[in-house]
């Protein structure tokens, strides 16, 4: 079942800047991850950060979780052309389910 | 190695036939996921297998979707008398129970099922 939102729900940026995209759940987390996702096929598992984690980095990749706010921000540094992909925020309980917020936000980054 | 394999890729059938998905998780995983996803849509969480505790169904959306699971390979959706509202790309993901990695998921490339 999805619990929260993500937004924007598209975002258009040029190559170079940076992407900041968002998302919000309503219920206790065990960790929470971000999914890439081309041409609505398979996702690919970007980065999990632990709910006793603030803030995790890889590569340009830079995810913050602020599970006061239930809040977590993926930012995409330097974009690239081949970054274009939807991208989506989605919670493991402790149970080891995954539920899955909202429906991503689409990136296309101009060349 | 070999990643989350699905088949057939595409399915095309009539309104009110059977259908039957196939997923095979990557070898060793002892996790299972079903998601469904609508056009444009996120992902629907359907069904969780877990070695061989019972299975979370409370994803299904109705009783004409069921799915099976041998031990810890291949598991298969079923959807019977199918309607045009399950037309959707059904993905499947696993993952393993070893410390680090137990919690990432990794993903099939779906099965894009459309029903007429």
């Known amino acids: 079942s999805q619990q929260g939102e993500e937004d924007p729900q598209a975002l258009s940026i040029q190559e170079g800047e940076n992407a900041t995209m968002n998302c919000s759940y309503k219920t206790s987390i065990n960790n929470l991850q971000w999914y890439r996702q081309n041409s609505g096929r398979g996702l690919v598992h970007l980065i999990l950060?632990?709910?006793?984690?603030r803030e995790k980095h890889s590569g340009r990749l830079r995810v913050t979780l602020d599970t006061s706010k239930k809040s977590s921000s993926l930012l995409i540094t330097a974009s690239r052309a081949a970054d274009t992909a939807s991208y989506f925020c989605a919670t493991v309980n402790n149970a080891g389910n995954m539920l899955t917020f909202g429906g991503g936000t689409r990136l296309m980054v101009k060349p | 190695g070999a990643g989350v394999s699905q088949s057939p890729s595409n399915k095309v059938t009539e309104k009110g036939k059977d259908v039957e998905l196939r997923c095979d998780p990557i070898s060793g995983h002892t996790a299972l996921y079903w998601y469904r996803q609508s056009l444009g849509q996120g992902l629907e969480f359907l069904i969780y297998f877990q070695g061989n505790s019972a299975p979370d169904k409370s994803g299904l959306p109705s009783d004409r979707f069921s799915a099976e699971r041998t031990g810890e390979s291949v598991s298969t959706l079923t959807i019977q008398r199918t309607q045009q509202e399950d037309s959707a790309v059904y993905l499947c993901?696993?993952?393993?129970?070893?410390?680090?990695?137990?919690?990432?998921?990794?993903f099939g490339p779906g099965t894009r099922l459309l029903v007429l």
């Open positions: 950060i632990r709910s006793n984690e």
């Open positions: 993901a696993s993952s393993s129970r070893t410390s680090g990695t137990r919690e990432t998921q990794y």
